[in-house]
């Protein structure tokens, strides 16, 4: 059965787990969230299903605030699985060894944002991106995987939005490490998890036939599609678990689809076209069966700058 896990709230309350039905949410008891339940498909789809058929409520999706459906996960995998994005910020063929490593960096689980947040500029930054993804969340723990054995580790789909300090970033990978501090103030994700046999109908060689556009102030920017990927989600998931092992709730970002970052477009068509996003935007990312996120950008705290930096400032 296909479901919907949606994280909900009203103003301060803590977050409530549902399954989303047209444009309502069939609420689960409180004090439940996804992340109890992934690790166990059946108890997952045991309580999805009891949601359905005699919801603790029912509620307006409109009349609440959707959460993020992993609000702090375990950790935040970012791929670079595209190959347009990849051709195009690196203004060259890739390198021969990208076709045989699915590079990733850690993003940070403590700045997740819900699908429909305000999301601040870091401070200091003058260049500030979104990134268009979609993400697999882990729902059940494994190590040294097959990408065979990954798939069935794979418990939804979900829109990610990786937000970039594009100025920064630049900086941090001259001196040969990051991105980090370029990629820590704000990713979304949202607006719910899709298991996935909602995606079966759509699927296209490795992954599936998804359209992917971004907006900024009603404006589209960005469109791709998820079957341009070179990696799947399951050799993704696969290489993640190398070594190592992933737990539930762990979010694993396909990287940007081409065309999916202001960095691209301006890159190809320049900035005055293109320009960085600043308070006041507003943003919208959507991707077929999966839902939509829409933020407003808004204004970051100060630059509070280090010791060198006061320096140079007074110099």
């Not at 882990?138 to 040294?144: D, F, K, L, P, T």
């Not at 937000?163 to 001259?174: G, H, P």
């Not at 699927?203 to 404006?219: I, P």
């Not at 092992?245 to 320049?270: A, K, N, Q, R, Y």
Request: charged share 25%.
């Amino acid at each position: 059965m296909t479901m919907k896990f949606a994280s909900f709230g009203q103003d301060h309350s803590s977050p409530r787990l549902g399954i989303v039905v047209d444009e309502q949410i069939h609420a689960c008891p409180p004090g439940l969230t996804l992340l109890d339940l992934l690790g166990d498909p059946e108890i997952m789809r045991a309580t999805g299903e009891a949601a359905l058929t005699d919801p603790a409520e029912i509620v307006q999706i409109d009349m609440v605030e959707l959460r993020p459906p992993i609000p702090r996960p375990p950790s935040v995998r970012d791929f670079l699985s595209f190959e347009r994005h990849l051709r195009t910020v690196s203004g060259t063929d890739p390198d021969p060894d990208w076709y045989r490593l699915p590079i990733f960096y850690f993003s940070n689980p403590a700045g997740i944002f819900g699908p429909h947040a305000d999301i601040p500029i870091p401070p200091g930054c003058e260049q500030f991106d979104y990134e268009l993804e979609v993400a697999a969340v882990i729902g059940a723990r494994g190590h040294n995987l097959s990408p065979d054995e990954a798939e069935s580790h794979i418990a939804g789909y979900l829109i990610l939005c990786d937000f970039s300090a594009r100025d920064l970033q630049a900086r941090e990978m001259r001196l040969m490490l990051g991105p980090a501090k370029g990629k820590d103030t704000a990713t979304s994700c949202g607006p719910w998890l899709v298991t996935p046999d909602e995606l079966q109908d759509r699927r296209s060689g490795n992954t599936f036939d998804l359209r992917m556009t971004a907006s900024v102030n009603g404006r589209q920017y960005s469109e791709g599609r998820l079957d341009a990927m070179i990696w799947s989600f399951p050799e993704l998931v696969s290489y993640a678990s190398r070594g190592t092992t992933i737990m539930p709730g762990d979010i694993i970002g396909s990287g940007t689809v081409g065309t999916g970052c202001i960095l691209e477009l301006s890159i190809e068509h320049g900035t005055n076209k293109y320009p960085w996003l600043d308070p006041g935007d507003q943003l919208t990312l959507e991707v077929d069966l999966l839902g939509a996120l829409r933020h407003r950008v808004v204004a970051g705290p100060p630059l509070r700058p280090l010791r060198i930096e006061r320096a140079l400032a007074r110099a």
